[in-house]
């Protein structure tokens, strides 16, 4: 009797271990963790992305950004793992640390140095070669309308491609005026405000892009900035091939969009056009 005690004992012990154990190495469903608390999302395509919750949806999960007023979204089916970042171990200098072969045991080893994440920031001023996926037209698009495009060719960074090939671009129409509203002259503009890389979703800031149409028989392209200095060239345009030259050197310097001098009154960008989209901020993206 005294012996199956014993071992009922035993078993039990042993039980209880094991639950321990379990709930110790659970890993935390980001329904757990409140919101405004820092966390490293890892994606099953690799990627990692770092913020503080700001909202949890049944389809995606957003973070606040480390610029303000910007946000990261990242699709709930695409969620591998959530941790939590430990203030601490931020804090920590990188000499004061020990080496992972003292710090961790064997078996996870493996998974520490999988999980090692670098920042790689993308400078403002990059060009990026985007072919814009949605037709638009001055005499039929709207302010808001949704603008798409996708990447042509990869952002590469020190060796390192960071946004790959058909990566996709969202925006929307900033300005229109047709033909008959600006005295002959119709105008689009577009810009494109976010950026999607596999599962994930960044805020972007990115330059204007604008086409102007002349009023005059002339097919004349030329480039320009949007902006203030769009009054003076699109006069400049009106003078003919010698406006046209002038329009060209104004645009070099302000670099924030391409004006079309066109023969017809309308202005209209059919899906499949290339287009050169530059960013006003750095973004920063994380990977392994």
């Not at 820092?38 to 049944?58: F, M, N, W």
């Not at 920590?92 to 090692?116: G, H, I, L, M």
């Amino acid at each position: 009797m005294g012996r199956l005690i014993r071992s009922s004992s035993i078993l039990l012990s042993a039980s209880v271990i094991a639950l321990l154990s379990t709930a110790c190495s659970r890993t935390e469903t980001i329904e757990e963790i409140p919101a405004g608390t820092e966390v490293t999302v890892r994606t099953a395509d690799g990627s990692l992305v770092q913020g503080k919750i700001a909202k949890v949806e049944p389809e995606l999960v957003t973070l606040t950004g480390e610029r303000p007023n910007t946000t990261t979204r990242i699709t709930r089916k695409s969620i591998a793992e959530v941790q939590r970042v430990d203030p601490a171990a931020v804090r920590e200098p990188a000499a004061d640390r020990a080496p992972e072969t003292e710090r961790a045991p064997d078996a996870d080893r493996a998974r520490a140095r999988s999980s090692v994440v670098r920042s790689i920031t993308i400078p403002d001023n990059t060009a990026m070669d985007v072919t814009l996926n949605t037709a638009l037209a001055s005499d039929t698009s709207r302010v808001e309308q949704r603008v798409d495009g996708t990447l042509a060719s990869p952002v590469v960074i020190d060796g390192v491609t960071v946004i790959p090939t058909g990566s996709a671009l969202r925006g929307h129409v900033t300005n229109v005026d047709d033909s008959d509203k600006i005295k002959g002259r119709a105008e689009l503009g577009f810009r494109f405000t976010t950026l999607t890389v596999g599962s994930v979703t960044y805020d972007i800031d990115t330059k204007p892009l604008g086409y102007v149409a002349e009023s005059t028989k002339k097919d004349d392209a030329v480039k320009i900035g949007v902006g203030a200095a769009a009054g003076a060239v699109i006069g400049a345009i009106a003078g003919g091939k010698k406006g046209a030259a002038i329009g060209t050197a104004v645009g070099a310097g302000a670099g924030t969009g391409v004006v079309l001098a066109t023969d017809g009154k309308e202005i209209r960008l059919a899906e499949g056009r290339k287009l050169k989209v530059s960013l006003t901020n750095p973004l920063t993206i994380r990977t392994k």
